[in-house]
């Protein structure tokens, strides 16, 4: 399969405690975003990397959420000190600088 | 600001019937737009795009779209369903002067019954 891979699909952790999710892009794409999606809604905005720059985040990565791109190959989120709010499937996509996202599975993050 | 907008929170339906899944957007600058398909806890399945051009676009598995500048939608459409369309459609735009994020409708769940 050479698409877009993320790890872990599932996630359950509790208040407090932090979590690091990872996501494997589609080769020698250079593009790499990351998305929230709550129930009833769609995908919001979170991040991009061009290569192994983060050229943009939004107003929703609070301070409590890190992103990295490191060699600008496969990338990470980290959220520090989870709360409830959080709970959502952390959605990743890729492309090879067109115009078209290819997303990942996605992970499902509950923090209880 | 870019936005989308997808009246319809559901589209029923019969196999073999026409649907249409509506979708309205709003960007300063030229459109480019996108259907994705998402079944059951799986991730977005890319159908189509609106870059440039004709203005209907065919994508995968019969679908279509239709964009109009002068009423600003992007309309996503099949001529006969099948009962494995059901799922949840999202229409998103992103600004052709920018490279980065898509922003996405709420989203259409489409039931298609026998």
């Known amino acids: 399969d050479t698409g877009v891979s993320q790890d872990p699909r599932h996630k359950i952790t509790k208040r407090g405690q932090n979590v690091t999710f990872r996501c494997d892009p589609i080769?020698?794409?250079?593009?790499l975003y990351w998305y929230r999606q709550t129930l009833g809604q769609g995908p919001e905005f979170l991040t991009y990397?061009?290569?192994?720059?983060?050229?943009?985040k939004s107003r929703l990565l609070s301070d409590r959420f890190s992103a990295e791109r490191p060699k600008g190959s496969f990338s990470t989120l980290e959220i520090q000190r989870t709360e409830q709010g959080d709970s959502a499937m952390y959605l990743c996509?890729?492309?090879?600088?067109?115009?078209?996202?290819?997303f990942g599975p996605g992970t499902r993050l509950t923090v209880l | 600001a870019q936005s989308v907008a997808q009246p319809e929170d559901q589209v029923n339906v019969a196999e073999g019937n026409p649907l249409t899944v509506k979708c309205t957007y709003s960007?300063?600058?030229?459109?480019?737009l996108f259907w994705y398909v998402q079944y059951p806890n799986r991730g977005l399945q890319f159908l189509l795009k609106?870059?440039?051009?004709?203005?209907l676009v065919k994508g995968s598995y019969g679908f279509e779209a239709e964009f109009n500048k002068s009423q600003t939608s992007f309309h996503l459409k099949k001529q006969s369903a099948l009962v494995s369309d059901s799922a949840l459609y999202f229409c998103a735009v992103r600004d052709s002067g920018t490279a980065s994020k898509l922003t996405f409708g709420t989203g259409t769940r489409l039931q298609v019954t026998l």
């Open positions: 609106y870059i440039t051009g004709d203005n």
């Open positions: 996509a890729s492309n090879p600088g067109t115009d078209t996202q290819y």
């Open positions: 990397f061009q290569n192994e720059a983060q050229l943009e």
């Open positions: 080769s020698e794409h250079n593009r």
């Open positions: 960007v300063s600058g030229n459109p480019y």
